[in-house]
């Protein structure tokens, strides 16, 4: 595949500007998965809330239950909930609608998987 089409592939699928393609009110971040150490303590089922921002989504997001999540986790997995929380969908979600992304760091393997919340 060459850059061009690669690019157009990716652009198609990370934001669908459709008008019946709502953001969602959040998205929800979930460990799945640690398989090696992790430092900062993480553990399977540890999760974090970040909410859209003022009318339609416009404004600051909110960030609710973020304890024990280092910035390292955090910032991997940011741009996967920036994309969803406006309304992109990833070429990487599964069925249900969950995009998994890891940690940075190669000896904690840890895998979150960001989700939409929708009521």
Known sequence: ???KSHESRWSHAATDHSENRKSP????????????????????????IV????????????????DGFCPEAFHNVFPAVLAVLHGGRLPWEDAEG?????CPDPNARVVMGVSRITD
């Open 51 to 66: 909410e859209s921002g003022g009318a339609e989504g416009h404004g600051a997001s909110f960030m609710r239950h973020t």
């Open 98 to 102: 969950v995009a998994r992304v890891s």
């Open 25 to 48: 009110k959040g998205v929800k971040v979930t460990v799945l998965s640690v398989a090696g150490h992790c430092a900062a303590g993480i553990k399977p089922g540890d999760f974090f």
């Open 1 to 3: 595949m060459d850059c």
